[in-house]
């Protein structure tokens, strides 16, 4: 593909298999679209679906999965650790070749207009396709999650949808359609049970109260393993690595004399954010992408290809 759009939507369900097995199943029946990979929560009782395709197809994809969502997960009754506010909550469409950010918003809007007429699904925009200001930030547009949504939509100017009339879908609440660029989604386990820690770590560390910069972060409860977690979202991966916010949550839960148990990654990951977290962690001080061996490999094909062509 020459042009290639990624589509990460969240799904506020993380516990069935056979629903995710069901997205998975929605996306890729779209000639096109092909589906990287899951990532599945039971404790945020929340999965994550990535798929990329050509902006032909890209919303075609985007609108089955959504409906298919619909049919599948009762937002009514959900529980989990997670915010959300709808079956599909979140649905972020990221330029990856040969896109642009506004060729990506046109996509997003479409996608909402049909979300909206053909399953009844109010639809919010945020970050680069948000039409409202106040709609950038994610956790804005989400804040006191579908419960509050139900109450204040129809009644609260500010809730309004941005498509569609001001009443959440029974079952599948509502969808958050945006434009970003692409994400880390970095998760940090404690070994502790003790969620204040949590929550008391993420303040320290987010954009919002002070820490690091491009940093999202809230404390969540595993309940299932008896552990708390720092959930995190790194915005721009370039200028906050991994490797920077695993070190300011592990400087933060030493002050707290709490161990850092695990960390992972939600969804998937750009090859040269982890070369930057290698290359910190291992204190290389030769390093460049021409030491990997799969990326030299790579480069001496293409160029075998190019004196071929010529």
Request: hydrophobic share 45%; aromatic share 4%.
């Given at each position: 593909?020459?042009?290639?759009?990624?589509?990460?939507?969240?799904?506020?369900?993380?516990?069935?298999?056979?629903v995710?097995?069901?997205?998975?199943?929605a996306?890729e029946?779209?000639?096109?679209?092909?589906?990287l990979?899951?990532?599945?929560?039971?404790?945020?009782n929340?999965?994550v679906?990535?798929?990329?395709a050509?902006?032909?197809?890209?919303?075609?994809a985007?609108?089955?999965?959504?409906?298919?969502?619909?049919?599948?997960?009762d937002?009514?009754r959900?529980?989990?650790?997670h915010?959300?506010?709808?079956?599909?909550?979140?649905l972020?469409?990221?330029?990856?070749?040969?896109m642009?950010?506004?060729?990506?918003?046109?996509?997003?809007?479409?996608?909402?207009r049909?979300?909206?007429?053909?399953?009844?699904i109010?639809?919010?925009?945020?970050?680069?396709?948000?039409?409202?200001?106040?709609?950038r930030?994610?956790?804005?547009?989400?804040?006191?999650?579908?419960e509050?949504?139900?109450e204040?939509?129809?009644?609260?100017?500010?809730?309004?949808?941005?498509v569609?009339?001001?009443?959440?879908h029974?079952t599948?609440?509502?969808?958050?359609?945006?434009?970003?660029p692409?994400?880390i989604?970095?998760?940090?386990?404690?070994?502790?049970?003790d969620l204040s820690?949590?929550?008391?770590?993420?303040?320290?560390?987010?954009?919002r109260?002070g820490?690091?910069?491009?940093?999202?972060?809230?404390?969540?409860?595993?309940?299932s393993?008896?552990?708390?977690?720092?959930?995190?979202?790194?915005?721009?991966?370039?200028?906050?690595?991994?490797?920077?916010a695993?070190e300011?949550?592990?400087?933060?839960?030493?002050?707290?004399?709490?161990?850092?148990?695990?960390?992972?990654?939600?969804?998937l990951?750009?090859q040269?954010?982890l070369?930057?977290?290698?290359?910190?962690?291992l204190?290389?001080?030769n390093?460049?992408?021409d030491?990997?061996?799969?990326?030299?490999?790579?480069a001496?094909?293409?160029?075998?290809?190019?004196?071929?062509?010529?």
């Amino acid at each position: 593909m020459e042009r290639v759009v990624e589509c990460v939507p969240n799904f506020s369900e993380g516990r069935d298999p056979r629903v995710v097995e069901g997205l998975v199943e929605a996306v890729e029946s779209v000639p096109g679209a092909l589906v990287l990979g899951t990532h599945i929560d039971p404790d945020h009782n929340r999965s994550v679906v990535t798929f990329v395709a050509p902006p032909e197809t890209i919303v075609e994809a985007a609108v089955r999965v959504v409906a298919r969502a619909a049919e599948l997960i009762d937002l009514s009754r959900h529980a989990g650790q997670h915010p959300r506010m709808g079956a599909c909550d979140v649905l972020p469409f990221v330029p990856v070749r040969g896109m642009s950010v506004e060729e990506c918003v046109a996509l997003a809007h479409e996608a909402g207009r049909r979300i909206w007429d053909e399953l009844q699904i109010p639809v919010y925009f945020y970050e680069s396709a948000a039409l409202r200001e106040g709609r950038r930030n994610l956790a804005d547009v989400r804040r006191g999650g579908f419960e509050l949504l139900r109450e204040q939509i129809a009644t609260v100017p500010e809730r309004a949808p941005d498509v569609g009339e001001p009443r959440v879908h029974p079952t599948a609440g509502a969808c958050i359609v945006g434009v970003r660029p692409l994400l880390i989604a970095y998760n940090v386990t404690l070994k502790t049970g003790d969620l204040s820690v949590a929550k008391r770590i993420a303040r320290a560390v987010r954009e919002r109260d002070g820490g690091l910069l491009h940093l999202k972060a809230l404390g969540f409860e595993l309940a299932s393993r008896g552990v708390v977690q720092v959930s995190m979202n790194l915005t721009s991966y370039e200028r906050t690595n991994l490797h920077q916010a695993f070190e300011a949550v592990r400087r933060e839960a030493e002050k707290l004399n709490v161990e850092v148990l695990a960390s992972e990654i939600v969804g998937l990951v750009p090859q040269a954010a982890l070369y930057a977290a290698a290359a910190h962690f291992l204190k290389l001080e030769n390093y460049t992408p021409d030491v990997v061996l799969e990326n030299r490999i790579a480069a001496a094909l293409e160029r075998k290809r190019s004196e071929h062509s010529d």
